[in-house]
């Protein structure tokens, strides 16, 4: 019945905005590339969750004759990354990019998408480039209104992971050794901080993590890491404590604090 | 409705056979009518234990794949008459075990009228400990006083907490117990075992039981008797005391405190 007024709208056509990951790739040989994902992420073959990610060739050391693109892709799909498109890549690349269906998106970042999102589509001079900085702040906004704090009730276990994307992660009941948390904001654990706790996993330099008694395998701000070989800290060990990120650019250090809880 | 329990520890050795034979005859005694599965295949053992490995003729595998029917596979106990264990294959490895056909074994004992259906895990967490946890209602961590035992099981509450069919179906989780085993409260007192306030603390689930360090058990072994028949045994005691508090009886722990502790020890020995 209902089939009648939906007849002329079988595929329709409207504007997104959509937050994608960034790739930045810095070498095309698929078994480099290959040792390199497995030393970051070892263990956790399905750590992307299938998350769309543009690949940015911006920094490639140096350009190579063709690229084996079947390989790369599967490489990266092994890993759970889906790869929509390709930027900043060099033009003598981009057929073979396009022949194994990447969209070869502008410099400016999804400047292609912008262009979508306005509706009255913008005549020929388009490439007098919005202003770069426009879509960044836009995804991120997108990201937090999307991804509120993620709350976990029970005892995070040995081998159990959680990663809070594009937000803030709270534990109610502590995390044991051997598991580990990851979020793009901060992480807030009441109770037992054991396993491995990274904030700001997109690179947020102003993530923190809290916990009520500190005694993690590892924790981590925006990639800048710290383990605990010799033990932790007697002022924080088995307390209230924070974990910040201070200094600038080039020069970050982790800073684990107590915190005052009188 | 069978209420199904699995035994489980993720370690190998820290008494989830001896424990699911003496909860099974614990349950059985009161009067439960209870099977006990050994999902152990490829290394069968609860047979070795319930002292009934002279009488297998059909085992597990068997069922599920359909060769022979549940009637015949069960093995009476000969200790109770409540009692009915179900072997484990021998010869075949964890890979024959479905999901399917676990579900189909536990869908026919609950229909045979069972109260309590008692899985033994096999170690580790691959697909026969997997199984075995899949259908459970309530599980029983059994968990060393050591460290690495005590990881391992938090390894395994997580996967009950992500693979059991209560986690997949969104229903009421699965309720967890703790039972710490082969306990010396003298090794404890003396600084070198974890005391089973860590272990819980550690773990953060309930507290079941405490099964004192014996020789006892190592004899109720090898004369195939589950320890909680034994006669005049701390650990025979200590499992009526579980079976006891299973059933929300209230009972105090018993042999977690080391009688002849010395004064200097009480000033100078660390918890």
């Given at each position: 019945m209902a089939d009648a007024p939906l007849q002329g709208k079988l595929i329709e056509f409207k504007g997104a905005s959509l937050a994608v990951m960034t790739a930045h790739v810095r070498d095309t040989e698929a078994v480099r590339l290959a040792d390199a994902l497995h030393m970051m992420l070892g263990g956790m073959?399905?750590?992307?969750?299938?998350e769309p990610t543009v690949l940015d060739?911006?920094?490639?050391?140096n350009i190579p004759e063709r690229v084996d693109w079947t390989a790369i892709l599967s490489l990266l799909r092994r890993y759970q990354v889906q790869p929509i498109g390709v930027r900043n890549l060099p033009e003598t690349l981009h057929d073979g990019a396009r022949r194994a269906g990447l969209a070869l998106l502008g410099?400016?970042?999804?400047s292609a998408e912008q262009r979508v999102i306005a509706?009255?589509?913008?005549?020929?001079?388009?490439?007098?480039?919005?202003?770069?900085?426009?879509?960044a702040p836009a995804s991120s906004e997108a990201v937090n209104i999307v991804a509120p704090t993620l709350i976990v009730d029970r005892p995070l276990r040995s081998g159990q992971q959680v990663y809070a994307k594009g937000g803030d992660l709270v534990l109610l009941a502590g995390m044991s050794p051997g598991s580990e948390v990851i979020a793009d904001g901060s992480i807030h654990c009441y109770g037992h901080l054991r396993g491995r706790a990274l904030a700001g996993?997109?690179?947020?330099?102003?993530a923190r993590i809290f916990s009520t008694n500190f005694g993690p395998e590892l924790v981590s701000i925006a990639g800048v890491y710290r383990t605990f070989e010799r033990g932790i800290p007697q002022a924080v060990a088995g307390r209230g404590a924070q974990v910040k990120l201070t200094g600038s650019d080039n020069l970050h250090t982790l800073e684990i604090t107590p915190l005052q809880n009188d | 409705m069978a209420r199904v329990i699995v035994i489980t520890?993720?370690?190998?050795?820290?008494g989830k056979t001896t424990t699911s034979a003496s909860i099974s005859t614990g349950l059985a005694l009161r009067g439960f009518k209870t099977a006990v599965i050994d999902f152990d295949v490829g290394l069968r053992n609860l047979d070795l234990i319930m002292g009934c490995e002279r009488r297998v003729v059909y085992d597990l595998i068997n069922v599920v794949n359909g060769e022979a029917n549940l009637h015949q596979a069960l093995i009476k106990d000969k200790h109770c008459e409540n009692l009915f264990i179900l072997p484990a294959s021998q010869?075949?490895?964890?890979?024959?075990?479905?999901e399917e056909g676990v579900e189909k074994v536990l869908k026919e004992l609950e229909h045979m009228a069972f109260d309590y259906v008692i899985c033994d895990s096999p170690a580790g967490i691959e697909r026969g400990a997997v199984m075995a946890l899949t259908?459970?209602?309530e599980a029983i961590v059994v968990s060393n006083p050591e460290v690495s035992s005590v990881r391992d099981s938090d390894r395994i509450l997580g996967i009950l907490q992500s693979k059991s069919r209560r986690a997949m179906e969104g229903r009421e989780p699965v309720k967890e117990h703790l039972l710490v085993t082969r306990y010396s409260p003298k090794r404890v007192e003396e600084g070198e075992m974890l005391s089973y306030k860590d272990v819980q603390e550690l773990l953060r689930v309930p507290l079941i039981g405490v099964i004192p360090e014996s020789d006892d058990v190592l004899q109720a072994s090898n004369q195939g008797?589950?320890?909680?028949?034994?006669?005049?045994s701390d650990v025979a005691a200590a499992y009526q005391d579980v079976i006891a508090r299973f059933l929300d009886e209230d009972r105090p722990l018993r042999?977690?405190?080391?009688e002849k502790p010395g004064i200097l020890k009480r000033l100078f020995g660390g918890k």
């Open positions: 073959p399905d750590f992307f969750a299938g060739f911006a920094q490639l050391a410099a400016e970042g999804l509706p009255p589509p913008a005549p020929a001079p388009v490439v007098e480039t919005p202003p770069a900085a426009a879509p996993a997109r690179g947020d330099t102003s | 520890s993720g370690k190998g050795g820290v010869t075949r490895d964890k890979d024959a075990l479905t259908f459970a209602d008797t589950p320890a909680i028949h034994l006669k005049d042999f977690v405190t080391y």
